[in-house]
């Protein structure tokens, strides 16, 4: 009974002191209104990017006691434009996708603002040559080409708009269109240059290889019996020549003509066509060069000419004591002689010579030479067809 009286005291108790809390005579105060919101602005209010770039926007709010507040991540953004660029809806994170401008839209509280994003095509982050080391024999040339990874992570070839430039013209110079062209032995770094940034490659010119041989003649025609002199004039990247080259040398019908592997001197075995060919081995590899031979069969001429017996100035000339000899010239066309035979003095009043030739038509003339080693004119030409 005692504790139940005490607890209804108590609560008693508490409901005066509450009462009492609560004024003498009548009821409470209205509470103060808090600042309202007058505007919001967005930062920045113009900006350009690259395309394939970001940016952060934020957005302000002014309240009508002049105090500010961070909108950023409370404001709802948008894009007007979106195929320009696009913006995260809480982040105000914005993306150029294409070059052009867009409306970029902060909302918050019924409250709108805007601004204005341009976005320029997409910028050079980086780029590299290809390839970034080489080497090229003196006189070869190496084309040079430049990678340019973008904003858009695109790729692009730059080649034709990066400014190309070498850093030792004595060795190497290279084109506007990145073709570098080998001058002396030795290094040069190859630089090529593109929106502010700069890439090198390393060019080296090596010694000047040999790159083709051409064998003298390159068609021959002997007849059977005979033989023919073959020799090979090595050709190298940088146009010098070496005369006569060491090949090895080689016929592909040995049964027509065989050839000393050395000298490249042919002889004819039978009728028919081989082909020669010489061949040298470097520390590059091999090259060749080929002519062909055709071995005829042969036919004899026998040319005669009766001795002089008055000289060009009318005198007598006795040709078995004044003369020491003849020379018979010949050629395939008419006054363009490349074969001469020396008939010596047989100190009759009319000479022979015969000759094995391959078919064909061929023109002759004959000369004497006196006892001093003067040689005369030619005779009157004749001609003969085999």
């Known amino acids: 009974m005692t504790s139940r009286k005490l607890l209804v005291q108590g609560i008693l108790t508490s409901l005066i002191a509450l009462y009492g809390c609560s004024g003498g005579g009548g009821g ?13 602005t967005v930062a920045p209010s113009t900006s350009s990017i690259a395309k394939g770039t970001s940016m952060q ?65 997409a910028e050079l982050v980086s780029f590299s040559i290809t390839p970034a080391s080489t080497s090229i024999a003196l006189g070869l040339t190496q084309p040079f080409t430049a990678s340019g ?36 032995k030795g290094s040069a770094l190859i630089t090529a240059v593109h929106s502010g940034l700069t890439e090198t490659a390393l060019l080296t010119v090596t010694p000047a290889e040999l790159v083709s041989i051409s064998i003298f003649p390159p068609f021959a025609s002997i007849t059977t019996g005979n033989s023919q002199q073959f020799t090979a004039t090595g050709i190298y990247t940088d146009t010098t020549t070496t005369n006569p080259l060491a090949a090895d040398w080689t016929s592909s019908n040995t ?45 004899t001429v026998t040319l005669a000419w009766d001795a002089p017996t008055t000289r060009v100035d009318g ?22 002689y490349t074969q001469t035979v020396t008939v010596a003095n047989p100190g009759t009043t009319t000479i022979t010579q015969t000759l094995t030739l391959a078919p ?20 009157e030409e004749i001609s003969k067809t085999i």
Do not use: C, H, M
Not at 156 to 174: C, E, F
Not at 266 to 276: F, L, P, R, Y
Not at 283 to 299: H, N, R
Not at 320 to 333: N, Q, V, W
């Open 57 to 121: 926007f934020s957005a302000t709010g002014l309240y009508s006691n002049s105090t500010t507040s961070n909108l950023t991540a409370a404001a709802v953004w948008s894009s007007l434009t979106s195929s320009i660029a696009t913006i995260g809806q809480t982040t105000g994170i914005a993306s150029g996708t294409a070059p052009g401008e867009a409306i970029i839209s902060a909302v918050y509280s019924g409250l709108t603002a805007t601004a204005l994003l341009t976005v320029r095509d």
């Open 255 to 299: 049964s027509v003509a065989t050839i000393d592997p050395t000298t490249g001197l042919a002889s004819s075995v039978s009728q028919g066509t081989t082909t020669i060919s010489a061949v040298y081995s470097g520390l590059t590899g091999s090259v060749s060069g080929t002519a062909e031979l055709t071995v005829t069969g042969s036919s």
């Open 149 to 184: 990874t973008f904003t858009d992570t695109s790729i692009q070839d730059i080649t034709l708009s990066a400014a190309w430039s070498s850093l030792n013209t004595a060795v190497s110079t290279i084109s506007a269109t990145g073709l570098a062209a080998s001058l002396s």
């Open 360 to 379: 064909g038509t061929y023109y002759f003339v004959v000369t004497d030479i006196d006892s001093a080693g003067q040689e005369s004119g030619y005779s």
């Open 28 to 40: 409470g105060s209205t509470p103060e209104a808090g600042p309202t919101l007058v505007s919001i």
């Open 315 to 336: 005198s007598s000339l006795n040709p078995a004591t004044d003369l020491s000899a003849y020379k018979l010239y010949y050629g395939t066309a008419s006054q363009v």
